[in-house]
């Protein structure tokens, strides 16, 4: 089975994974749930076995793309590999980082990732120790895509980012919210990609919250879904 879940943050909204664990005993490594970024597990170098153990010992494998709150110095240190089709970080052999503009084809599935947003706290942050440039992305990561994405003409089953494109942010719950939506780079990559794309269903995280957005587009945090619903 594969799954997909919002942002963790490291320990900070990591308890959902246990409990998903708890309520699910049949899961196995062979099961996968996919992180929407701010995975948050590669912070810091000192503590990084400490940081991962509790992922690793869950039952299952944590893929995730990044978000915009990843040590991107200590996540890019990590070897490329190829693995389902796309490149990938294997932080452990059962923590595996989705790089951006990839085609993983997964127990069947194809899946176009794409990480990177932009941190609107930055200004509380400090360059190098909890903010990095790297997390945006790039030209470079947006021909990757393209060229991946032309190898499936352009069609996908399902798009798994942290952030989302400018469509998205005009829908409930996102227009709801309180806090004013500004577009960002991010939002405007991704919104290329969904004119271009035939796609089944998109997931992304981001904006701390659970909701579907229309019968092709959810943003999640705490919940914990089946790819495809």
């Not at 995730?64 to 389902?84: M, Q, T």
Request: aromatic share 14%; hydrophobic share 35%; with cysteine.
């Amino acid at each position: 089975m594969i799954y997909v879940t919002g942002d963790t943050h490291g320990e900070v909204t990591f308890q959902k994974l246990p409990a998903f664990a708890r309520a699910n005993p049949q899961l196995t490594k062979r099961d996968y749930v996919i992180i929407a970024g701010d995975f948050g597990g590669v912070w810091s170098e000192k503590t990084l076995e400490e940081d991962l153990r509790p992922y690793s010992e869950l039952p299952f494998t944590v893929l995730f793309v990044d978000g915009n709150h990843e040590n991107f110095d200590l996540l890019n240190a990590f070897p490329v590999s190829k693995w389902k089709g796309g490149k990938v970080h294997f932080v452990r052999e059962d923590i595996i980082h989705l790089m951006r503009g990839q085609v993983f084809e997964l127990e069947g599935h194809t899946v176009f990732t794409f990480g990177g947003a932009t941190s609107v706290d930055r200004g509380f942050r400090r360059e190098g120790y909890s903010w990095w440039k790297a997390e945006l992305p790039t030209d470079e990561d947006l021909d990757e895509a393209l060229a991946n994405l032309k190898r499936y003409n352009n069609k996908v089953e399902y798009i798994v980012t942290h952030s989302c494109g400018e469509r998205a942010l005009m829908y409930p719950p996102l227009r709801t919210r309180t806090i004013q939506m500004d577009v960002y780079p991010e939002n405007q990559i991704l919104s290329y990609f969904e004119d271009i794309l035939e796609y089944k269903h998109w997931y992304f995280g981001h904006y701390h919250l659970d909701g579907r957005l229309n019968d092709r587009m959810t943003v999640l945090l705490n919940e914990i879904v089946p790819l495809g619903e």
